[in-house]
């Protein structure tokens, strides 16, 4: 079974604080997004990334950066935490570019304070 | 964009069949409907895929009109451990997955 894990499942930071949030994927998947999941939006798209150091900006990129070192490895970075990304964090990996499907983490909940 | 459109919550009982309707008007040529089912503090996890007509894996049937305009999920006889949220998606080329809201099942005894 393809397990993606992640590094926090519950977190609690300051306003201004620099966040880490980590992903790992087992199965040598070549993509990894991260995702923001809020009450009635459902999930956006935060980063996605091809490849070791490739990544490309999704939907709601804003206040967010990353960073891919290793294959398996995928962060997420909040430069400067703010209370309104205080939100459910989740981490998907699809194995290459045909139909295969996404494979979610388990999510880890930020609460910015 | 490719928005999905589908209701906020269904209930239903114990052994009945539940269908799950998800609506994406602007569907391209290309896309594919995806439905996940999340429960509480966990992360989504795929049910099934499809490009046109019927999907039947074993556990959901995903039915697509041939103008792949909508879409509809059904759950046969469904129990208590169905309960959850189920999301309708588009999925476009490898990278672009148009999530909608999510439609909260309650499946009561």
């Known amino acids: 079974d393809v397990k993606v894990t992640q590094s926090s499942r519950y977190l609690v930071k300051r306003t201004g604080e620099k966040v880490f949030l980590e992903c790992v994927q087992d199965m040598d998947h070549e993509n990894m997004f991260w995702y923001r999941q809020d009450p009635g939006l459902g999930l956006r798209l935060i980063y996605f990334?091809?490849?070791?150091?490739?990544?490309e900006k999704g939907d709601i990129p804003e206040g967010y950066s990353v960073s891919r070192e290793k294959k398996e490895r995928f962060s997420l970075i909040l430069e400067s935490a703010s209370t309104n990304q205080t939100s459910m964090y989740l981490c998907?990996?699809?194995?290459?570019?045909?139909?295969?499907?996404?494979?979610f983490g388990p999510g880890t909940r930020l609460l910015v304070l | 964009l490719a928005k999905t459109t589908q209701p906020i919550s269904m209930d239903s009982y114990e052994g009945q069949e539940v269908n799950i309707t998800c609506s994406h008007n602007?569907?391209?040529?290309?896309?594919?409907i995806t439905w996940y089912q999340q429960f509480p503090s966990q992360g989504p996890r795929f049910i099934i895929q499809g490009y046109k007509t019927k999907v039947t894996n074993e556990v959901a049937s995903l039915f697509i009109p041939a103008d792949r305009k909508s879409s509809t999920l059904s759950l046969p006889r469904v129990s208590l451990s169905d309960t959850a949220v189920y999301y309708c998606?588009?999925?476009?080329?490898?990278?672009?997955?148009?999530f909608g809201s999510g439609t909260k099942l309650n499946v009561k005894p």
């Open positions: 602007n569907i391209a040529t290309n896309d594919y």
């Open positions: 990334s091809y490849d070791v150091k490739m990544k």
């Open positions: 998606l588009v999925r476009r080329n490898f990278n672009k997955f148009y």
């Open positions: 998907a990996s699809i194995p290459g570019r045909g139909g295969e499907t996404q494979y």
